[in-house]
């Protein structure tokens, strides 16, 4: 079950104030955002040309959203996870995530990447650990609360299917393996946010499909916020609440979809009129996009 159903969310007070003003598509229904990218322009220092990687980018997901991200390649989708994330900072703009403006790392968010890189010479259990040592108050409380960490750490191991993997090291565990202990580090300190970088591109379809149920039911029950970035339309139609497509470079918006499809969705909906509806669609605006570029 989900924490908090769209109906909830749309139902509470509205919040504008600076930074948190009411997204282009859906002025109506839009609560305080959680993630609040407002008309943010990015140049990266090292760029050869000086071109911006994002320009007047606006994204605001609510909290609890599952938001995906997709475009041509090279339009600034991993830029946007930088920035959300606070490992860079824009040159205009805003970025506000739960409230605070991004000024340094954002604590409260939790990264997947395609490549999970874990430690070669921990284990399992030991890689799951190992943010805690980094994350203040857990670095404080690790040593003490040992115990309390690693049962968390077995839980979660358990919930995506490495119930007593934890003691193997990750060289001893198949790529879908790691992607899912991985996706158990990034969740060990209990984010709020998850941000996902294209967590499920390196795997095989199926093994991709079962990621895709496992990171689905955590979503429902932990109900954080999650934004995934994507290459596969049909992976973002599946997973997510609205998916926002992004231009050629310089990145930014051009076009936001609702997935009104019902939750729970099971792998099944992927066959329905109604979800290829919503993939072509979004194809097409793809396609503009590149065409444009
Ligand atoms: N550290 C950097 N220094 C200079 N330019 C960079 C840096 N990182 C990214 N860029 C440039 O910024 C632009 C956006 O990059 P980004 O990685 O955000 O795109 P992307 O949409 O995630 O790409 P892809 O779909 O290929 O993964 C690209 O043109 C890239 O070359």
Partial sequence: MRTRSQSERAAR???DGPGHAPGPMH?????????????VTHVYAGAEDGAPAVEHMTLKV????????????????????????????????TVIVGGEEVTKPVKLAGMAFQNPVMLPWRTTLDNLLLPLEIVEPHRSRLRRHKAEYVARAEHLLAEVGLAGQGSKFPWQLSGGMQQRASLCRSLIHGPKLLMLDEPFGALDAFTREEL????RDLHAEQGFTVILVTHDLREAVFLADRVFCMSARPGRIIAEREVDLPRPRDLEVMYTAAFTDIVHELRGHIADARQAA
Wanted: one cysteine or more; a negative charge; hydrophobic letters at 40%.
């Fill in 62 to 93: 609510r909290e609890g959203e599952f938001a995906a991200i997709v475009g041509p390649s090279g339009c600034g989708k991993s830029t946007v996870m930088k920035l959300a994330t606070g490992l860079q900072f824009p040159a205009k703009g």
């Fill in 27 to 39: 002025p109506e229904t839009f609560v305080q955002a959680f993630v609040d990218i407002h008309d």
């Fill in 13 to 15: 007070p509205r919040e």
């Fill in 212 to 215: 895709w149920c496992i990171i």
